[in-house]
């Protein structure tokens, strides 16, 4: 069934030469007898027309059927187009909802390699290709729609790139001595007092030497963007006058959003984004993509039929036994297939093309089990992995997985293959517990400190496998954690529906600000233990941006649709001395971390000794100064000390000599009450240098000559170095 008049076409002056089959996209180019023009080529295998609509300043659209095919492509080289025009597709086909068929060429369709975007989504039925107010709801879905949808979608935007990056040097931080810090292009700039207010909320922004003079001055080795190909809000949120902040919802995987350009959109944001990889990496910092491949923006069946869904429906979405519905691992509403060919070709193209042309040096997928996903659940050998395990651009780069989704099997936490680091939730859980005060003994703590030996050690994998994190753009910030008890997502409006419940948080007392002091001066304690946790454990930590600031969003835990203050940092809390230590404190953390091999392991621990008769590389000790047995892993306690040997790791440098470091030791106590830690003497130590103690605001480092115990305050951490004979380290010395 179809509703509503056909879509006129109009005239097309112009017919298209022949082109090229390859690339996909549109390439423009000039031919040997000087004409210049684009190359148009769309992969739409059971399509029965193709026509590339091509739409002028005025926004008058011209059609121009595509009549070559060739290996299930159409194409044609249209002469006059230049850079900046804009233009998408209209498909022509069956329309049988029922064997998952939904051709309708009235809705305007977004080229899948489109390399920018210009004009907004505007939530309007026309975008979709059913009946969406169809009387009869359980079968809208098969009514086509055949109002015009093009005053109502985004366009594609023809790229002229013939930039070698001849002139960029990439930093290759090793994976040991990353720093990850995710930000938000818009978040991190929109404040930002020392970049000029036209460039806040851009690229140009983040570029901008003040932002970058922040950035390096805190030390980090990589920004992990939010999304940044080009999203669109979901219906719902643009009929309660919100946008989607975050973006995980993306209609280009090839274009930069347009939303974070200050240059224009007519191809401008190409040029803004290489300008900002440029000037990261000539400060040493690597950029790592969040990339949202799982799904796209065009939803269920009621979603707006923007790309995918009217090129190849079933050739690029997860279709149910039925094929009228989709498969949904992913709670938007629909699940890319990528047990397809060309769709593992459309995302591994994509990614190739951020590395090589925008220069990119990783990439964090979100939910990356549902790209693992197979005909019988997630499979670690699922073609996908396959293809970027072997690519020789893709295997270079950073592969960062969140290794879930929500389908069944999908938690997959220490099961991606060699390649591939993972975001740790398991770390994430064991030290909010254990600074919370929940876990009955400090088993999982101990693992997690020494980087997961128990997740990752298979397979030929190392610890820095595991991101370590605390917080993520996704839950409370880090100064929410422990000043609230309860999600306090109102705002959203959801009725606080939304967002997890399980926050293992604790607000130290009173539900959000307070002017207790007690209150206040526990909750910055609780602060510096977390964020000093989370830089001196093995592996690599992932600092969610502004919590070394005490950024808050009001005890928000979703703030995905909250694009104001309740998300941007605000950087007028560095005014204030109490925020302006904890940066600090963060700042001199990553920075010891850097001097510091001991502290940032690239082989796991053995608890051996590593020359005969020699000290271990790791131990454990309980308050009275002996090491742990069995029994005392299962023992309720919640201090814990962990000696980390220098002089006895297993790591080379690069001319095969041993490496050796200062040793350290890291005192725990997540009780209420000071407690008295006997320090570990011979063979380990004879004395100690307090480098942190998060028990007061500032550490001043004191050198305690035959020191034999320390007393570590109520819910707090001490990190003492080794001094004398058995470290580098000489309190006299250089």
């Known amino acids: ?161 013939d930039d070698d990056w001849y002139d960029d040097q990439r930093p290759k931080t090793p994976w040991a001595e990353t720093v990850i810090y995710e930000l938000h292009v818009k978040g991190f700039t929109m404040r930002h007092p020392g970049i000029p207010p036209e460039l806040r909320g851009t690229y140009a922004g983040l570029a901008h030497p003040a932002a970058i003079e922040y950035l390096t001055g805190l030390g980090v080795t990589a920004v992990e963007l939010l999304p940044v190909h080009q999203y669109v809000s979901e219906d719902h949120l643009q009929q309660r006058g919100l946008t989607n902040y975050w973006g995980y919802n993306t209609l280009g995987f090839f274009a930069p959003h347009g939303g974070y350009s200050a240059s224009g959109t007519r191809g401008q944001q190409v040029g803004e984004f290489k300008r900002m990889v440029r000037a990261l990496h000539a400060a040493g910092i690597e950029v790592i993509l969040d990339v949202v491949y799982n799904h796209t923006a065009e939803g269920g069946v009621a979603g707006p039929a923007l790309s995918l869904r009217g090129i190849d429906n079933g050739g690029y979405y997860r279709l149910d036994r039925s094929r009228r519905w989709y498969a949904d691992y992913t709670g938007c509403g629909n699940t890319l297939d990528t047990r397809q060919p060309h769709t593992v070709r459309l995302i591994t193209d994509s990614l190739r093309y951020w590395v090589t042309e925008m220069g990119v040096d990783g990439f964090r997928f979100d939910l990356a089990a549902a790209l693992a996903r197979g005909s019988d659940g997630v499979e670690m050998h699922h073609p996908f992995l396959g293809a970027v395990s072997q690519d020789p651009v893709l295997s270079r780069v950073k592969l960062i997985a969140e290794p879930w989704d929500i389908g069944a099997g999908g938690y997959q936490v220490g099961g991606f293959p060699p390649l591939w680091a993972e975001w740790n939730d398991k770390y994430r859980d064991a030290v909010r517990d254990f600074w919370r005060g929940a876990r009955p003994d400090v088993r999982e703590l101990g693992y997690r400190l020494s980087g997961s030996s128990d997740l990752y050690q298979r397979g030929g994998r190392r610890p820095y496998a595991s991101v370590n994190f605390v917080t993520a753009h996704d839950g409370f910030t880090l100064r929410d954690l422990v000043s609230y008890n309860d999600k306090h997502n109102e705002a959203n409006g959801e009725d606080n529906r939304d967002g997890t419940g399980d926050n293992r948080s604790w607000n130290c007392g009173a539900e959000g600000e307070t002017a207790d002091p007690a209150v206040r001066e526990l909750r910055h304690r609780q602060l510096r233990n977390l964020m000093t946790t989370l830089l001196l454990s093995t592996g690599v930590p992932m600092l969610t941006a502004g919590d070394e600031l005490g950024r808050t969003q009001g005890g928000n835990n979703n703030a995905y649709c909250q694009d104001d203050e309740t998300s941007w940092l605000d950087w007028s809390l560095l005014d204030q001395p109490e925020w302006r230590e904890l940066s600090e404190l963060t700042a001199r953390l990553i920075r010891l971390r850097r001097e510091h091999p001991v502290l940032r392991q690239r082989a796991f621990f053995s608890g051996r000794a590593a020359v005969p008769g020699g000290e271990r590389d790791l131990a454990w000790f309980t308050t009275r100064g002996r090491e742990m047995t069995e029994s005392d892993w299962f023992t309720p306690t919640g201090v814990l000390g962990m000696l980390l040997s220098g002089t006895a790791m297993s790591e080379r440098d690069q001319h095969g000599h041993a490496l050796t470091d200062d040793s350290f030791l890291l005192l725990l106590n997540a009780g209420d009450q000071p407690t008295p830690f006997v320090l570990p003497g011979e063979p380990w130590a004879s004395d100690y240098e307090s480098v942190v103690d998060t028990g007061q605001a500032r550490t001043p480092p004191t050198w305690h000559p035959a020191l034999t115990s320390v007393t570590v305050r109520g819910r707090s951490a001490r990190l003492l170095r080794v001094t004398g004979d058995h470290g580098r380290f000489s309190p006299t010395g250089p």
Not at 48 to 63: M, N, T
Not at 123 to 139: L, M
Request: hydrophobic share 35%.
């Open 1 to 161: 069934m179809s509703r509503g008049a056909p879509v006129r076409a109009r005239p097309n002056p112009v017919t298209p030469w022949p082109g090229s089959w390859q690339p996909l996209g549109a390439r423009y180019r000039t031919d040997p007898d000087g004409t210049r023009g684009t190359n148009f080529a769309l992969w739409a295998p059971d399509a029965e027309a193709v026509e590339l609509c091509v739409f002028d300043d005025a926004g008058q659209e011209s059609r121009h059927p595509l009549t070559e095919r060739t290996f299930q492509t159409w194409h044609g080289f249209l002469p006059g187009v230049l850079p900046g025009t804009r233009y998408g597709y209209r498909v022509h086909g069956r329309w049988d909802p029922w064997t998952g068929a939904r051709w309708n060429p009235a809705k305007l369709l977004l080229d899948p390699y489109a390399r920018a975007v210009d004009g907004d989504y505007t939530a309007d039925d026309a975008v979709c290709s059913s009946v969406r107010n169809w009387p009869e709801r359980d079968v809208a879905d098969t009514v086509r729609d055949n109002r015009d949808s093009a005053p109502y979608v985004p366009k594609a935007v023809v790229v002229h790139d």
